[in-house]
């Protein structure tokens, strides 16, 4: 990973804010956002958690599915990056996975298998509360982030955080909630869409997932709204059923 | 109570009071608790006097009766919805971490709970079986996707397909989570219910 191109971080910006002004899908908007950090800082994978209202991270978008499993699997030992970058609202920056045994006993070999070298783990912030954490790995030895980058991608980590606040309306300080636990729930009709396509059309939940996200764009419809339609509506397309 | 069949109405409240003030929201036709349900997140309202352009109505209408917060909480697993569970207080001011974290609890417990009442054959809550939907599952995605899957396979909706894996695994006595990945391994298929 060497010191990011200020023009593609541009376009990045560009599209961010493109997104941002019209009705935008939070979800879609994540996982855009982990692909192009992923390509940005030539990251192997990126992986994006925000926290319900009981602190507990809960994943939402990745640029692949290894950082998805990888997402869980800290999820349910309790250790690895995202974790620390929540709990401590700072950034963990080019650790080598092969040297963090003790650090991080069971994710640190997993991650090794899963082919990753380094790690780097992001807080999403918002004003004072940290609201998750964003997820980087490296696969080639010497992926190290330069001074340079950390700013960087922690600012792509603040705009996942403002994206949030899809209604702008700061003046309550309860909008966050409200915005956070709709956006957990809509992950979750996802996770429901895709597995009723899956089923019905006997392919994989990551291959249901691809389908409905092309669809999605090629209709220019948002996201959740084409996952709920597929779980409620029995008029879905029948292209998805 | 509000579902996704249309079903309107009061299922429980805590005194005469707040079930008079559920009920104006249906007789009115705006509040806290429908917007709660159409958008399908909570709507938590410190103050009641700040939202009059909101629901011109029924602010108003409840603030003579003494509510001055509302406090919405959907009761849903995704597109699984099974109604609304409102806080009312008659001084304003924002909930407590804790309160809202126990209102979260509360509304999850109550979703498992509905889930539960869909199904005559499903055994007694806090059996061998029971596992929370949202501690008890290691890998969550999976439960949700199974959902979906068995919704497809029985050709319902999805509040009866999460009814009916949660159903089978207390009778199996098996967990969730392990249901699950049988189902989502297509290890494991469930029939339509016979008419």
Partial sequence: ?241 | MLTDDGTRGVYAASDPASEHVEELQFLLGEGPCLDAFDRRQPVLIADLADEVTRWPVYAPEVHDRGVRAVFAFPLQIGAARLGVFDVFRDQAGRLSEQHLTDALCFADVAVEALLDRQREDTGTLGGPAYDSVIDGVGNRAELFQAQGMVMVQIQGSITDAAARIRAYAYAENRSLGDVARDIVARNLRFEADRP
């Avoid at chain 1, 997932?209 to 959740?224: C, D, M, S, V």
């Fill in chain 1, 1 to 241: 990973m060497t010191t990011v191109s200020a023009q593609r971080l541009a376009s990045i910006f560009v599209e961010v804010a493109d997104t941002l002004v019209e009705e935008f899908d939070l979800i879609d908007f994540l996982h855009m956002l982990t692909d192009r950090t992923a390509d940005l800082v030539g990251a192997a994978a990126v992986g994006l958690m925000l926290a319900d209202g009981r602190g507990n991270l809960e994943y939402m978008a990745g640029s692949d599915e290894n950082v998805k499993l990888l997402e869980l699997f800290q999820l349910q030992t309790r250790e690895g990056p995202c974790l620390e970058a929540y709990r401590t609202g700072h950034p963990v920056i080019n650790v080598d996975l092969s040297a963090a045994t003790s650090r991080w006993p069971l994710f640190a070999p997993r991650a090794t298998a899963t082919g990753f070298q380094s790690v780097h783990a992001f807080p999403l912030r918002l004003r004072s509360q940290v609201i998750g954490a964003l997820n980087v790995f490296g696969d080639t030895k010497g992926g190290d982030f330069s001074g340079a980058d950390v700013p960087i991608v922690q600012s792509l980590a603040d705009v996942a955080a403002i994206a949030l606040l899809q209604e702008r309306s700061l003046r309550r300080g309860e909008a966050l909630t409200e915005q956070l636990q709709g956006a957990l729930n809509s992950r979750i009709i996802i996770e429901q869409a895709k597995g009723a396509v899956a089923y019905a059309q006997a392919v994989s939940v990551d291959e249901a997932f691809t389908r409905i996200r092309n669809y999605a764009r090629n209709h220019h419809r948002k996201l959740t709204e084409v996952a709920q339609a597929i779980v409620t509506d029995r008029t879905t397309p029948p292209e998805l059923h």
